[in-house]
């Protein structure tokens, strides 16, 4: 039985950290290589070398540890690619082929993040549909990304709407990188990165 969520261990000492870091991992693997209707707290315990009850010491349950690492995923993406951009502006305003270059770099970027682990990010993706704190949490996340993005289209003076142009752009990439690493591709990830790169970029700053 798992025990009330005050008695969960918040670990002090190295070795408990390293399990707890050890059952992450572990999930991780899980999640990726059997689904989430596969993987259990037992499951889990097992291939992180620990007894089950170990694993209730340091989370409540299979969610909570999918609630962690789905929070803390996107954290070097978003530094990656955003971040890229923000950095990239520093000096001063990009001029269209440089900003048409970002953004091929931040799609390849976007398609190889989902490509390293597939499985594991079609798990989190189908969870987000029936968990709602998991939605809610990884939704504020990319509020904050949509609102960098937002402060980016601003010193571009891309459109007359950036929010709105900030969350269609989100949108369109999340949406085509899925379908197209998720899914079935129809083209070759040059092609794509490619042709999504210029999608964006005629939304960012449409000629004529």
Do not use: C
């Not at 039985?1 to 050890?22: F, G, L, W």
């Not at 976007?110 to 682990?117: F, I, M, N, P, W």
């Amino acid at each position: 039985m798992a025990p009330a969520p005050d008695k969960i261990r918040v670990p002090q000492q190295s070795r408990a950290i390293q399990t707890r870091a050890a059952i992450v991992t572990a999930a991780e693997r899980e999640f990726s290589e059997n689904g989430y209707a596969g993987t259990t707290a037992k499951t889990i315990a097992k291939r992180a070398n620990i007894a089950t009850g170990s694993f209730y010491q340091y989370f409540k349950d299979k969610d909570s540890v999918l609630h962690e690492i789905a929070a803390r995923r996107p954290l070097n993406l978003s530094d990656q690619t955003v971040g890229d951009i923000e950095r990239g502006m520093i000096d001063e305003p990009l001029q269209p082929e440089q900003v048409r270059t970002l953004l091929r770099t931040v799609v390849g970027i976007v398609v190889e993040y989902h490509r390293q682990d597939p499985g594991l990010h079609g798990v989190i993706t189908e969870r987000r549909h029936v968990d709602k704190a998991l939605d809610r949490d990884m939704w504020t996340f990319e509020l904050r990304l949509m609102d960098r993005a937002e402060g980016l289209l601003r010193v571009l003076n891309a459109g007359a709407d950036h929010k709105a142009l900030a969350f269609i752009l989100f949108a369109t990439m999340e949406g085509a990188v899925h379908a197209h690493v998720l899914g079935t591709p129809t083209v070759s990830d040059k092609r794509f990165v490619e042709t999504l790169a210029e999608a964006l970029m005629n939304m960012v700053l449409p000629r004529g």
